[in-house]
C-alpha cells in the first residue's frame, strides 16, 4: 500500500493476526502519532523509554520500527486542513497497532472529536483503562494500594454515538414534532435533542471482552456497571444482556452474585470468576471507601468516561493514568488526558499517561519483560523524589525534574 505522507520503514515487519492471535515479529512496525499540544513533548520522552526498555529486556533480539502517522493540527498542515486523514486509519489497519498523544477537540463548536471519531471508523469498541497504584505517588485515599481495577468502556455507542440535534435546526424540530406527536414524550421547547443508542451486539461484545480478559489474567470478579434503575431499557438492558451472555458463553467459569449466596453460602468456588452489577452513581462512593472489592468494570461510554477519570484521581490523576481503543485485534493506545496547550513545547508536563499507555501497548504484543522494566523503574523514581511539576508540588522534598529529564531518570533506572 502507497501512502502520501507516510513512511513504512524498510527493515521493519507488519503485524500479522491468525486465528484472532496477533503474530508478532521481533522487528515489528508499531506507528505513532505525536499529538497536538504538549504530545510532541511527551512522545518523544516516551519513545526514548520504550526502546530502551526494549533494548534492556532483549539485548538486540527483538526491536521496535517506529512509523510516525499524522491526525490533528500536524495532519492538517500536511493534508491540506484536514485533521483526519483517511490515509493515517488505511495505515492503522495495516500496522493493527498504534499509539497517539492527546490531540484537540474545541468544546461546543468546530471540528467533531478526533478522539471519538477515531473510535467509530475504526470500530474500536472497547476503551481499556488499566488503574492501580504505584509506590510513592501521591494519592487522596488512605490505602490507595487497594486500588488495581481494569475499566472497559463501551466506546461506540451511547452518547456519544454523536446523533445529536441542534436547538432550532430543521432536523431537531422534526424529530421533536415526532417525540411529541407520535410518542406522546414531554419537554421543553427549544431542548438540545440527542440519542442514546444501547445495543445487544454492542454492549455483548464489551462484556465478552472484559470476561475474557479476566479469565486470561487471573481476576477475581466482573462488575457491570449502570443506571438502569432509570434508563430501563438502555442501561437497564446493558446489565441484562451481560448477565445472559454470562450464562451463555461463560456458564462454566462465572458465578452469578444472587447464585454466590443462594448455592455457594457466599464463599466463591475454587477457580470461578464471580459477575454482579452495580448502580453508576452508587459506584463513584464505593470506588472511595471499598475499591479492593472490584476487579474488572465492563460500562457503558459516558459512565465509562467519568468512572476511569475519577479512579485514576484516587491514584495520581490522568497525568499518570493509561488507556487503549481495542477492536478484535487492531489496537490503539493513548495519552488519556487533553492537549494542555498553555504547557506545549516547554518540556514540563508529566510523560506517564502516554509513557504507560505505551506499557500496556508493549503487554499486548507480549513483550512483558520490558513493560516491566518500565513499571519498576517508575516505582524506583518515585522513591526518590524525582518528578515532574505536577507530583513536585504534592511532594515534601522533591526534585523537579523536565519532562525530558524525567525519562532520562527513567531511563537511568531500566539500565541499572
Not at 526494549?54 to 520500527?65: E, F, M, P, T
Not at 497497532?97 to 468546530?110: C, F, N, R
Request: some cysteine; overall charge negative.
Amino acid at each position: 500500500m502507497s501512502y502520501q505522507q507516510i513512511r513504512l520503514p524498510e527493515n521493519g515487519k507488519l503485524i500479522g493476526v491468525k486465528n484472532g492471535k496477533l503474530d508478532v515479529p521481533d522487528n515489528p512496525i508499531l506507528g505513532f502519532v505525536e499529538g497536538d499540544g504538549i504530545g510532541p513533548d511527551i512522545m518523544r520522552a516516551s519513545l526514548r523509554v520504550w526502546d530502551a526498555a526494549v533494548a534492556q529486556a532483549y539485548q538486540g533480539r527483538r526491536k521496535v520500527h517506529w512509523c510516525e502517522l499524522f491526525m490533528g493540527e500536524k495532519a492538517a498542515g500536511l493534508y491540506e486542513g484536514d485533521f483526519f486523514p483517511g490515509e493515517t486509519l488505511d495505515a492503522i489497519r495495516q500496522l493493527t497497532v498504534a499509539i497517539k498523544g492527546p490531540l484537540t477537540t474545541p468544546v461546543g463548536g468546530g471540528f467533531r472529536s478526533l478522539n471519538v471519531s477515531l473510535r467509530q471508523e475504526m470500530d474500536l469498541y472497547a476503551c481499556v483503562r488499566p488503574v492501580r497504584y504505584h509506590d510513592g505517588v501521591p494519592s487522596p485515599l488512605r490505602r490507595p494500594e487497594e486500588i488495581d481495577v481494569v475499566i472497559f468502556r463501551e466506546n461506540t455507542e451511547d452518547v456519544y454515538a454523536g446523533i445529536e440535534y441542534e436547538s432550532g435546526s430543521d432536523a431537531n424540530r422534526k424529530l421533536a414534532d415526532f417525540l411529541r406527536n407520535e410518542m406522546g414524550a414531554r419537554f421543553f421547547e427549544d431542548a438540545g435533542l440527542g440519542v442514546k443508542p444501547i445495543s445487544p451486539a454492542g454492549s455483548k461484545r464489551l462484556i465478552r471482552k472484559a470476561i475474557q480478559y479476566a479469565i486470561d489474567h487471573n481476576r477475581k470478579s466482573v462488575t457491570l456497571v449502570h443506571k438502569g434503575n432509570i434508563m430501563k431499557y438502555t442501561e437497564g438492558a446493558f446489565r441484562n444482556w451481560g448477565y445472559e451472555l454470562a450464562r451463555e458463553e461463560f456458564g462454566d467459569i462465572l458465578v452469578l452474585e444472587d447464585d454466590l449466596w443462594n448455592l455457594h453460602d457466599g464463599v466463591m468456588p475454587q477457580g470461578k470468576i464471580l459477575i454482579k452489577d452495580r448502580i453508576a452513581d452508587i459506584m463513584f462512593q464505593l470506588l472511595q471507601l471499598r475499591p479492593a472489592e472490584f476487579d474488572v468494570i465492563a460500562t457503558m461510554n459516558l459512565n465509562g468516561d467519568y468512572l476511569s477519570d475519577a479512579l485514576a484521581a484516587e491514584v495520581g490523576g490522568v497525568g499518570i493514568a493509561p488507556g487503549a481503543n481495542i477492536a478484535d485485534s487492531v489496537a490503539v493506545f493513548e495519552a488519556t488526558h487533553g492537549t494542555a496547550p498553555k504547557y506545549a513545547n516547554q518540556n514540563k508536563v508529566n510523560p506517564s499517561s502516554l509513557m504507560f499507555s505505551g506499557v500496556m501497548m508493549l503487554e499486548y504484543i507480549g513483550w512483558n519483560r520490558a513493560a516491566e522494566l518500565i513499571n519498576r523503574a517508575f516505582v524506583e523514581v518515585m522513591k526518590q523524589r524525582t518528578v515532574t511539576y505536577d507530583f513536585a508540588r504534592l511532594m515534601d522534598g522533591s526534585t523537579t525534574l523536565s519532562t525530558s529529564d524525567f525519562a532520562d531518570a527513567l531511563i537511568a533506572r531500566i539500565h541499572a
